[in-house]
Each structure stands twice: as structure tokens, then as C-alpha cells.
């Protein structure tokens, strides 16, 4: 069984900056972080193939979100730079069998138990 541990949220100023590391606990493959904020569903923010070779980001984020992993340490990451108001929400991580990514929650058997980024104007 796969455990996902996600880390490193927290209250920021717009324009400001974050780190989200998630830990595996088992061997994942393809990695995701999707978001939630209050009274909205849940909805895709990045995702990252197994080498990490390949990535894909929500247009809301792109430019300003970068995914990463690091195999060794069995942790996915997501710098988020240039925060906005609007991104604040619970973010999950979440992890698949596959060595494909996906941009659909639908697709991840792994999940988090999210971590709180709030964003202050």
C-alpha cells in the first residue's frame, strides 16, 4: 500500500512563494497535485511521468508552478512562485500505477491528505 505525505504549505503574501514536497512511503509511478478550494470541486494543477521526463500544468498555473521529483528520495515537489489570492486551497498529492502522467483525478489510486496554502491579498 502507497502512503502520500504532503508537506511545506502555509499562509503567504501574494507574489510570495511556496515549496509542496510530497513523501512516498511505496513505489509510485506517474505523480500528480490537484487542488481544492472552499465550495469548489477539485481540479488539476500539475503532473509528472515517472523519470520526470515529462510534465504538464493547468494554464492557470503555468509560468508560475513548476513539478519535480526526485526518485532517490522518493519525493515529488511543486515550487509555486508569483502565489495569487485565487490559488489558495487544500492541495493533494496523488500518485498512480502507471508510468504515464494524467491530468485526471479519476486516473490516481493515491492520495494525500492535502496541505492548506492560503494566500493573502
Known amino acids: 500500500q502507497v502512503q502520500l505525505v504532503e508537506s511545506g504549505g502555509g499562509l503567504v503574501q501574494a507574489g510570495g512563494s511556496l515549496r509542496l514536497s510530497c513523501a512516498a512511503s511505496?513505489?509510485?509511478?506517474?505523480m500528480g497535485w490537484f487542488r481544492q478550494a472552499p465550495g469548489k470541486e477539485r481540479e488539476f494543477v500539475a503532473t509528472i511521468n515517472y523519470r520526470g521526463t515529462s510534465t504538464y500544468s493547468a494554464d492557470s498555473v503555468k509560468g508560475r508552478f513548476t513539478i519535480s521529483r526526485d526518485n532517490v528520495k522518493n519525493t515529488m515537489y511543486l515550487q509555486m512562485n508569483s502565489l495569487k489570492p485565487e490559488d489558495t486551497a487544500v492541495y493533494y498529492c496523488?500518485?498512480?500505477?502507471?508510468?504515464?502522467?494524467?491530468?485526471?483525478?479519476?486516473?490516481?489510486?493515491?492520495w494525500g491528505q492535502g496541505t492548506q496554502v492560503t494566500v493573502s491579498s
Open positions: 496523488a500518485g498512480r500505477p502507471s508510468i504515464h502522467d494524467s491530468t485526471r483525478s479519476d486516473d490516481y489510486a493515491y
Open positions: 511505496g513505489r509510485t509511478f506517474a
